[in-house]
């Protein structure tokens, strides 16, 4: 049996989709070529990249006015590329901080533009504000938000109707965790390395008529329209991570697709969430409305006891626990491919571990 890998990205791949990857290494459905070794505009890989644009959008439901890029650069990347390519005709966005990840986009956004606050936790990364508190421009080109944020554990589980104000949505780390209706975002994007894949391509979908706003400084390889007419082939594409992409969208397909999905990550989450709320030797300090499906950072009471705890973990097979260096004590993300005995094989070292040590 493999470990029980808790990393936040990158992070663990379903099983059967490294074995088919393995067994497809070295001839591609008869091809005779690795996935790596191909044209990517050969007819071998443009099936694989509109199959795997097809699957997600049918597994996310993205309406037919939405384009779908992938693209490189990652989450940090479109924190730059999102307002070089919607500041064409109005320099100034809206920023919600909730975490570490809003409050980089922010700051990285200001190079190109104004940048205003309107919302914020910042000081204690713990909640959600309330969408009535939100100070919203009448005079900007889209609100950003982080829709979870992976080293905090603050989830969003609702949205705010802002009329015609873009929602950009930063959704790395819980893309495909659960059903989300794309209707209501101008962008969403994602590495793909927490819930889709392997590092290397970011998946950018965007309404059209948020295509044509791009400044003149943008890079013609980050530029949404160019991409887009391109269909994601301007220059040469992640291949491989396109098509590890393709393999997780199949295997979410086979599992029952999101809803499925999302009933298996609220039993993974319910189940942590209980063990940390039902020990007064762990905590974890999110309200919990906005706690996190897919990420749960927790302490222990006795710090410590740290290092302790995560040489027991390692020693059961349960792997990459460790907080965030800004954040410190633990952290366990749950992403899709982690399944239910993981959570229980962590739940009952921490219960021993409690017993043992408190
Ligand atoms: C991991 C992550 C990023 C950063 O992604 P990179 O691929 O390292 O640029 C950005 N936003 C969120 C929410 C993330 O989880």
Redesign the pocket.
Known sequence: MRPFNFS??PAALPVEVLQQAASEMLDWHGSGMSVMEMSHRGHEFTSIIETAQADLRELLGVPSNYKILFVQ???????AIVPMNLFGRCRKADFVVTGS?SD??HKEAKRYGEGHLAASTKGSFTRIPAFGEWQVSSDSAYLHL?S????DGVEFNDFPDLGDLPIVA????HILSRPLDVSRFGVVY??A??NIGM?GV?IVIVRDDLLDQAMSICPSAFEWKTIAANDSMFNTPPTYAIYIAGLVFKWLKAQGGLAAIERRNIEKATLLYETIDNSSFYLNKVERSARSRMNVPFFLADETLNDAFLAGAKARQLLQLKGHKSVGGMRASLYNAVQIDAVHALVDYMKEFERTRA
């Open positions: 936040a990205g650069g990652g989450g940090i990347g479109e924190n990840w980089k986009s982080c979870n944020e992976t080293i930063d959704a790395s780390s994602g590495g390395q927490k590092a970011t």
